[in-house]
């Protein structure tokens, strides 16, 4: 989300309040991604801490990405970055 509202030309600030985390973090993946691209974005390895994401949760969340939102009855046809992290 963070990358799909920077494309947009949001500020880190904006972005931040949307995505509900620091703007230090949102600047250190825009970087990320910028320097490695796709590969930049993946975890690093914690030790002795569990991961937030669990495959079934990833796989639910692209599932939903997914859905095409006219096929839910709304009346747009793309997600704002908001209707997402919601």
Known sequence: MILLAAE?????????????????TVRLWLKRSIAEGIEGLKDEPRPRITPKVTPA????????VRVRPRSLDLPFSTR???CLAD
């Open 80 to 82: 704002m970055v908001q």
């Open 8 to 24: 947009k030309g949001w500020t880190a600030s904006l972005i931040r309040e949307v995505v509900r985390c620091d703007e230090n």
């Open 57 to 64: 949760y990833e796989e639910q969340l692209v599932a939903a």
